[in-house]
């Protein structure tokens, strides 16, 4: 009798989540909440959302005090209470706690208009002004015609951008609005179709004016929904909208939710900084060991057509600053020739920041690339069509976020841009040249291997160092150092533009940047320190530098430079500011280590004092520029 195999006794994702949740000990294994949450698929995951909505963010935080929480406003013209659900989440697939507010009914312009408001005293990170096409005809006489429509809407659109100016000016956060979509049902109405092609044109020409608010507005980001409508998500449910105002569908609410969890994984550092692939039925058809050069699928057929659309895809996330590397079983010189040699291929081994093929296991090879580029592993996003390589790289590195593809090319890209891995409210001028800079730094590292001592590698490296007041140009970067950087960040406090701007032009405080380079070229804008003057003393309220440039000595110079600045300036003492994260222990003992003492502990806050008589020495290696 032939032996029968055993049942898997692996428990199904989604099983295992909704017994967490329902037994109570979701609290005590959150960050499992989380790693399942990433696997289920839609039907459980909405379950999971609503049993989620109902932990108290508190008792997650006591178990577990190291979890990033986001508090987020919600106001808007209809009923959003149903936003909550997937909102909490969409959040929690990212680790992060939810913390809501939800206005009133109908209270957006009194929330939004008044400083004062309950919705401003929440100090959120995010403020979600939810707009829906009812905000315009609710106020449409009856009968009317697409002129109505253009007059109503353009009276919304001047007070959206009366609650921009406000927020800019006294909010803290993000805001986020939303273009409305258009349902049939109103152009339906309609009855002669050139009546229905005008009311398209105002409609879509007022939004295509809410989404240029965005440039004009730093603290303000516009989400598109017409992608979302796209993808067959239903706008409008009619028993909800008539019966309880929620004028949004929670189909749509729910796809809504998802873009926001991107901008709150961005808020609290922990978006993806690297896109790493595998090669043979990821990037291109067939086994290259196999088929050989020639014989793998990039043209010539459907199936080869679609993986050159991958290959597309990747190519234009890589040119706005995504670091892209490949981990591959395969032979490294056969995988050169392939980019090399096949003119069909969108991908050549110069978009890579490093491109690995060997034999070993996937997830010792990620941990050398994390090491080779000083990165953390969970910025990867990692992409493979083999099952078994994904399950275990989600074992042995759980940071890493895995992206399975399978058969059907035509398939990866919706599963690569599905989770917005790597979505920022804006590019800047460093994200542009960020692949060449790390290119650049594995230069570096092999320059640092032919040398016997750091200090003859540092030597010949020939550091520059520009420490200047911030620039309105670099504002937008600066914030995007707070928001990205977890290693050298001694307070991780996370600045959106508009903060960083208000603190630049405060009297008392300044902001500076910190730009290098080397014999290698220039590294750009990789830091900043936030000092703030109290009569006769100084506050370094924070100091950040990117994970590219640690060890050269620049942090020495930009901190000796401040403390000579604030010596000539009369300054009595120089205090630093500590706040420990999960990511930031390499920095802990900086103060201390260039003659700062400790000075008093509040809470989880340390703070160091310099009496500023003996000033620590610049590098010998560092050439400084300042301009203070």
């Not at 379950?47 to 178990?63: G, K, M, N, S």
């Not at 449910?237 to 929620?246: C, E, G, H």
């Amino acid at each position: 009798m032939t032996p029968v195999a055993p049942a898997d006794s692996t428990p199904d994702p989604a099983d295992e989540l909704l017994r967490l949740l329902s037994t109570g000990e979701a609290v005590v294994r959150y960050p499992r909440v989380a790693d399942l949450l990433a696997t289920v698929e839609p039907p459980a995951f909405a379950r999971a959302c609503h049993q989620l909505a109902r932990l108290d963010p508190d008792a997650v935080l006591e178990a577990h005090p190291d979890r990033a929480s986001v508090t987020v406003a919600i106001t808007g013209h209809g009923t959003l209470s149903t936003l909550v659900p997937p909102l909490t989440g969409e959040l929690a697939r990212h680790g992060i706690l939810l913390r809501p507010h939800v206005s009133d009914f109908g209270s957006y312009i009194f929330d939004l208009l008044n400083p004062d408001s309950d919705l401003y005293s929440q100090r959120a990170d995010l403020t979600l002004c939810v707009l829906d096409p009812m905000i315009v005809f609710d106020e449409v006489p009856v009968p009317w015609r697409s002129a109505d429509v253009q007059r109503v809407f353009d009276e919304k659109l001047r007070t959206l951008e009366r609650i921009a100016a406000t927020f800019g000016a006294g909010g803290h956060g993000t805001l986020v609005l939303n273009t409305l979509p258009l349902p049939r049902q109103f152009t339906a109405q309609l009855v002669d179709h050139r009546s229905r092609s005008e009311l398209g044109a105002v409609w879509r020409e007022a939004n295509a004016r809410l989404l240029r608010m965005a440039a004009s507005a730093p603290g303000l980001v516009v989400i598109d929904t017409d992608p979302l409508v796209a993808e067959g998500v239903t706008v409008t449910d009619a028993r909800m909208s008539t019966y309880a105002k929620a004028h949004l569908s929670a189909d749509l609410l729910a796809r809504y939710a998802r873009e926001i969890g991107h901008l709150a994984r961005h808020s609290v550092g922990k978006s993806k900084k690297a896109l790493v692939l595998d090669l043979d039925g990821t990037l291109w058809g067939g086994v290259l060991g196999d088929d050989g050069v020639e014989g793998i699928e990039l043209s010539g057929s459907p199936k080869g057509e679609a993986f050159n659309g991958v290959q597309r895809v990747v190519k234009q996330i890589g040119s706005q600053g995504v670091l892209l590397a490949v981990v591959s079983k395969n032979e490294i010189d056969l995988v050169r020739e392939a980019f090399r040699d096949r003119r069909d291929s969108e991908l050549r081994e110069d978009d890579f920041v490093r491109v690995i093929a060997n034999w070993r296991p996937k997830h010792d090879n990620l941990k050398e690339l994390a090491q080779a580029v000083n990165l953390g592993v969970d910025s990867f996003v990692f992409v493979d069509d083999s099952p078994l390589e994904c399950g275990l790289v989600r074992s042995e590195l759980p940071g890493v976020s895995v992206v399975r593809v399978d058969g059907d090319p035509a398939l990866h890209v919706e599963k690569i841009l599905r989770d917005g891995w790597f979505d920022t409210p804006q590019l800047t001028a460093e994200d542009q040249q960020r692949v060449v800079r790390y290119q650049e730094e594995l230069v570096r590292k092999d320059f640092l291997d032919s040398f016997d001592s750091v200090q003859d590698f540092l030597r010949e490296l020939k550091v520059t160092v520009r420490l200047a007041p911030v620039r309105d140009t670099e504002i937008p970067r600066v914030s995007q150092l707070t928001l990205r950087t977890n290693q050298f960040n001694l307070t991780t406090r996370r600045l959106q533009q508009a903060q960083v701007q208000e603190l630049a032009a405060a009297p008392a405080a300044r902001v500076l940047t910190i730009h290098s380079g080397d014999r290698f070229g220039d590294n750009g804008l990789v830091g900043a320190v936030f000092t703030r003057q109290d009569e006769d003393t100084l506050h370094i309220d924070n100091f950040v530098l990117s994970c590219r440039v640690f060890s050269r000595g620049i942090e020495q110079t930009a901190l000796a430079a401040v403390l000579e600045q604030a010596r000539t300036d009369g300054m009595r003492a120089v205090y630093g500011t500590y706040r420990p994260s999960k990511k930031n222990g390499a920095v802990r003992d900086l103060y201390p280590r260039y003659g700062f003492t400790p000075e008093a502990e509040d809470g989880d806050t340390l703070v160091f004092r310099h009496d500023l008589r003996r000033l620590p020495d610049r590098p010998e290696h560092v050439s400084l520029h300042e301009e203070l």
